[in-house]
């Protein structure tokens, strides 16, 4: 189930990413994004997480057709800084 909309703010402080073509009209980005999220406490957290996107090209330029994100196994909680 979906938690609602989400209002908060966070900071990328560290990423990577890489591109590969499945064919003329579609592509894969996996990535993976460190970001320091200021949470409803007040405290900062750093968050590590994997993400994969498979985006198709149409009429109207690239579309999101696929989005995943994962936690990395070693890092299931975040980290209070």
Not at 52 to 65: E, I, M, Q, Y
Request: net charge negative.
């Amino acid at each position: 189930m979906e938690s609602g909309e989400w209002n908060g703010s966070f900071l990328i402080k560290d990423q990577w990413y890489q591109t590969t073509a499945l064919s003329d009209g579609c592509c894969l980005v996996m990535g993976e994004l460190v970001v320091r999220e200021s949470a409803a406490d007040g405290l900062p957290y750093d968050l590590h997480f994997r993400f994969t996107v498979v985006l198709r090209k149409g009429d109207g330029g690239w579309k999101l057709v696929h989005v995943h994100q994962s936690s990395r196994p070693e890092r299931l909680l975040p980290a209070k800084v």
